[in-house]
């Protein structure tokens, strides 16, 4: 039988977590780069949406 002993499970335990934390930061970083992403987009949709919305009214102006 392979017992683990407490420390190897507290080893491997500390490494978990080293490694969880490099995995936490890398998806923070994603996210905030997706983050400024989406507020461009959110800008380009606005600004599409007001200018269709003035080129409705100048056609409907114009009839």
Sequence with gaps: MNM?????????LVAHERECIIRAEA??????????RIKR????????T?????GFITVLWKI
């Design 50 to 54: 007001a200018t269709l919305i003035l």
């Design 41 to 48: 987009l959110e800008a380009l949709i606005m600004g599409s």
């Design 27 to 36: 998806v923070q970083r994603q996210l905030d780069s997706l983050t400024g």
């Design 4 to 12: 683990v002993t407490a420390g190897e499970v507290q080893a491997e």
